[in-house]
């Protein structure tokens, strides 16, 4: 990096800040900003400050919005009585994609991780109950990730909820479709026999 002017080695440096992004690929980036137009450049500036100034968290939900209230939580044709517990807006968008939920969501903002230094005061379980006890919920689906984190996030959440008369139920876990067995880890194997259904 000792080769590039100081602005550009001060745009590498902030480009490397970005997760997944190290040196080799900012300074990649770093070169095709140079060469991309003034036009774009300030197209993309102009659209990474929007994104901070604009974007807050729903009300209801805590999804990312523009609006005080998510687009998903004003659409009143949704199953109010059902709320999807994840651990981010990205799962959210996964589950939204998939067309095969039409329920509300909670976003958490985070996992269990007690060595990070991410507690049950981290999450937003909070407003979880708060949302509970304000409206009439039948379910709660846990959906957070099947990793260490996850999982322990679903405990916490299942103990938190067991006296408040809701159904609680967890996202299977399993085989992918056209998996193919011999291919599949120990651990995914064990859970898809654990969850099996009938036929």
Known sequence: MKAYAQPIKKLIAELGKLPGIGEKTATRLANYILRSTEEDVIKLAESIVEVKKKI???RTCLNLTEEDICYICRDSARDRETICV?????????????????????????ALAP?????????????LIQRIHASHINEIII?????????????LLTRMLKEKNIKVTRIAMGMPMGGDLKYIDKMTISKSLEFRRDM
């Open 115 to 127: 060595l990070d230094g991410i507690g049950p005061d981290h999450l937003r379980l909070g407003e």
């Open 56 to 58: 807050k968290l729903c």
């Open 86 to 110: 994840v651990e981010d807006p990205d799962a959210l968008a996964a589950i939204e994609e998939s067309g095969g939920y039409h329920g509300m969501y909670h976003v958490l903002h985070g």
């Open 143 to 155: 959906a957070t990730n099947t990793n260490v984190h996850g999982e322990s996030t679903a405990l």
